[in-house]
């Protein structure tokens, strides 16, 4: 084992030994324990031996932080970089990239041949292996897993999660032998305090030492109850000069809306917790950094920043957020109010985290953060080295109760659910490869089939149920009758019933009419009689039980309908995969993407793209729409097919003919292609929001960013996540296969003029 500064952990030690075994490793632990040191550990082993080792994460901005600090580390020579827009160093014996990219090499596409994109490597870090979990993205790991070549060991390392021996069982199962290493240690112990607004001079400590709610905490009363003078009042200015006043900052203050973090911002710029001497460093490190990223030049924010506090959210600029990290790093910022997505890897370490509730707004109302969610955020206090303990500040509101505070503090955490899900692509990547039987392998290798007991655990449970009451409603006839012949009875009694009442009602209308009773009236009345005595022999008639059995028979009969249902839910629940496979491989037969189950020429096309729906945007380029656009309008069309759908309505920009007219072409294709993934039960995207193509037609023809940016009220950082999502498949239109030199050489250009500050800082 390699000799760190530091004495290793228990947890650490033994993955750093399941690594010199050679053998595959998951790594379950808290965030903070220290689990880089387990990947550094393996990076050493490769630099020892002259392998090569791949480190993949799932965010560029990670990826980017972990090529930078590795280089300085081990050397910039030794360590490459792949991400989808970047290529450096490539063939290093260190490659950090995104798991997509690691996915993409897998399948042979985009990177050439499968053998040459692993030559000499014999480790790979999956980092974030929790992102799993993420329901757009986490198939990817599924992938990244399952095609792995079995002689090289997969080092994941992973939040803590309820079933990380499910996850080892899985890759053992399809890749290699692999240990768990789990641990719930924490290097610096969190201590849970709570803000109560009806005592906002003090953080109360949450739990009693014997882990017990405090009592003194008392429940937020409903805004409305307050008045309307005071419905709108925050005490976030109290929550951050407690923690000023308690020797607990920095901290990062965790809400859930942009508009709050700047708002909150904004609020606690005056309470003076940066000194002169800091304020002055801050200026002279913003000089510095804005003389290299000069779009930054008169930012509204800077001055909040001299003052000790930032807002970190996807709506500012990611150079911007970048200097943010900066002073962060360097205890220069002492609160920074982030949205959750900070508290996805960043390296922001803090001594506090502020939650400013426990439930969040979502399209279907409010719901309780979950205990992963909770986790994460939680999990970012505490300094290893720096803080003797970390400290977790709850804000209370009224959308949740103190009790349902400690609970969701005191859970273990959640699960990890699958998210696997058979895509265009992945239809054509495997079946360019493999047989159809050959695919159903290693479809049924997913995690997703792997653990659909856990999937069905709610299912089976109703099945249970339905059992239970099954045996609860077994019925002993005492007569010793059959079921059936209870039933016979039931039928015979309801046709004499109805028989009787047509004969009385007969009698009535030929005694009103003073008639005498036809032979058929008195031979029906006699036939009804007859009816009673057969009725009168079954012992049925007189028995006290017949009301209970004839209830049971009849609930009995509703359970096992619904059970059946179940039944066919469950069958359906566990070819779900295979299903949803067959699903996508019928609308490539139907449009000629596949042949006898191999890919066409325009199937292999469509095999290298990656985006939301690969056929769609195969149809568009075979369509021949794309051809005799100038660079701008060009990136305007697939601005437009690349925007999802935005919760919030902006004004409508007008943008130019030429792109209009092409996007009334692509809704003829969009709607050809809806009709048959309807026809086949799939719900892949098909996006056609032009939400930004006229601001990406202004940038491309050359506009200043502040007179693009000025155009909407949005935030910049949605901006330019739009632009570069735009340039992802500009890129690969000037890769991929059998798309016209024209538009080739048109999206080349038009990456080109994208490409400048600010959307080339990452």
Request: with cysteine.
């Amino acid at each position: 084992m390699f000799g760190f500064p530091f004495e290793l952990d228990d947890f650490q030690k033994e993955a750093c030994e399941t690594i010199d075994r050679g053998e595959s490793v998951v790594v379950c632990a808290p965030t903070g324990a220290g689990k880089t040191v387990i990947a550094q550990h393996a990076i050493h082993r490769a630099l020892e031996q002259g392998c090569r080792i791949f480190y993949t994460t799932p965010l560029k901005a990670l990826s980017n932080q972990k090529f930078y600090d590795f280089g300085e580390k081990y050397g910039h020579d030794k360590v490459g970089l792949l991400t989808g827009d970047t290529s450096i160093n490539r063939n290093a014996q260190i490659v950090i990239m995104t798991t997509e990219v690691f996915r993409n090499m897998l399948y042979g596409t985009n990177f050439g041949a499968v053998a040459d994109n692993l030559k000499d490597v014999k480790y790979i870090v999956l980092d974030e292996v929790h992102y799993m979990n993420d329901e757009q993205r986490g198939t990817v790991w599924e992938e990244s897993i399952i095609y792995c070549p079995t002689n090289i060991q997969i080092i994941a390392l992973s939040a803590t999660v309820a079933n990380c021996d499910e996850l080892t069982n899985w890759i053992n199962t399809v890749h290699s032998k692999t240990t768990l290493v789990n641990t719930d240690f924490r290097p610096v112990p969190l201590r849970f305090y709570y803000f109560d607004s009806s005592q906002p001079f003090k953080l109360l400590p949450l739990l009693t030492p014997e882990g017990k709610l405090n009592k003194k905490i008392r429940p937020e009363r409903p805004q409305w109850a307050k008045g309307k003078d005071k419905r709108k009042k925050t005490y976030v200015k109290q929550i951050i000069q407690n923690l000023a006043d308690q020797d607990m900052l920095p901290a990062i203050y965790f809400t859930f809306s942009r508009k709050k973090c700047d708002e909150q911002m904004e609020k606690c710029s005056g309470l003076g917790l940066n000194t002169r001497a800091e304020q002055e460093k801050i200026k002279a490190f913003i000089e510095e950094f804005i003389a290299d990223n000069p779009h930054l030049y008169g930012n509204k924010h800077i001055e909040y920043l001299i003052q000790g506090v930032a807002s970190h959210h996807a709506g500012l600029l990611p150079a911007w957020k970048n200097l943010v990290e900066k002073l962060f790093q360097q205890g220069l910022i002492k609160v920074v109010f982030a949205t959750e997505t900070l508290a996805a890897g960043i390296n922001m370490p803090a001594r506090s985290t502020v939650i400013s509730a426990t439930s969040k707004r979502t399209d279907a109302g409010h719901r309780m953060l979950t205990a992963n969610e909770f986790l994460q955020m939680s999990g970012r206090a505490g300094r290893r080295g720096m803080d003797e303990v970390g400290y977790v500040t709850i804000v209370g509101t009224s959308f949740q109760t103190p009790d349902e505070v400690a609970d969701l503090v005191l859970s273990g955490s959640n699960p990890l659910e699958s998210r696997f899900s058979p895509s265009y692509s992945m239809v054509l990547n495997l079946l360019q490869r493999f047989s159809l039987e050959e695919s159903k392998e290693l479809i049924l290798k997913s995690f997703g089939y792997y653990s659909s007991d856990f999937r069905l655990k709610p299912i089976l449970a109703q099945m249970d149920e339905y059992d239970y009451e099954l045996q609860e409603r077994a019925f002993a006839c005492p007569s010793k009758l059959s079921d059936e012949k209870m039933l016979e009875y039931d039928r015979m009694r309801f046709l004499y019933v109805q028989n009787r009442q047509t004969y009385k009602k007969i009698l009535r209308q030929e005694k009103a009419k003073h008639r005498p009773l036809s032979a058929e009236v008195i031979e029906f009345g006699e036939r009804n009689k007859a009816e009673l005595h057969k009725l009168q022999s079954y012992p049925c008639d007189c028995c006290k039980h017949y009301k209970r059995h004839a209830k049971n028979l009849e609930v009995i009969k509703r359970i096992l309908s619904k059970k059946q249902k179940l039944q066919k839910e469950i069958e359906r629940q566990k070819d779900i995969y295979w299903n949803k496979f067959l699903s996508h491989r019928a609308v490539l037969e139907e449009y000629g993407y596949l042949t006898n189950d191999y890919p066409t020429d325009k199937g292999k096309t469509t095999s290298q793209i990656r985006s939301e729906n690969e056929l769609f945007l195969a149809e568009i380029i075979f369509s021949g729409v794309l051809e005799n656009l100038t660079p701008a309008q060009l990136a305007g069309v697939i601005c437009a097919i690349t925007t999802e759908e935005l919760r919030i309505e902006i004004p409508y920009i007008p943008f130019s003919e030429p792109v209009r007219k092409t996007l009334n072409k692509i809704r003829d294709i969009k709607k050809k292609l809806y009709k048959a993934q309807t026809r086949y039960d799939i719900e892949s995207p098909l996006n056609i929001n032009p939400y930004f193509s006229s601001l990406i037609e202004l940038w491309v023809e050359g506009a200043e960013w502040s007179t693009v940016s000025e155009q909407i009220d949005m935030g910049e950082g949605d901006i330019v996540r739009a632009f570069k999502r735009t340039v992802d498949v500009l890129r690969q239109l000037t890769t991929i296969d059998n798309v016209p030199e024209a538009v080739v050489f048109t999206a080349r250009e038009a990456v080109e003029k994208i490409m400048r500050a600010p959307v080339d800082v990452d």
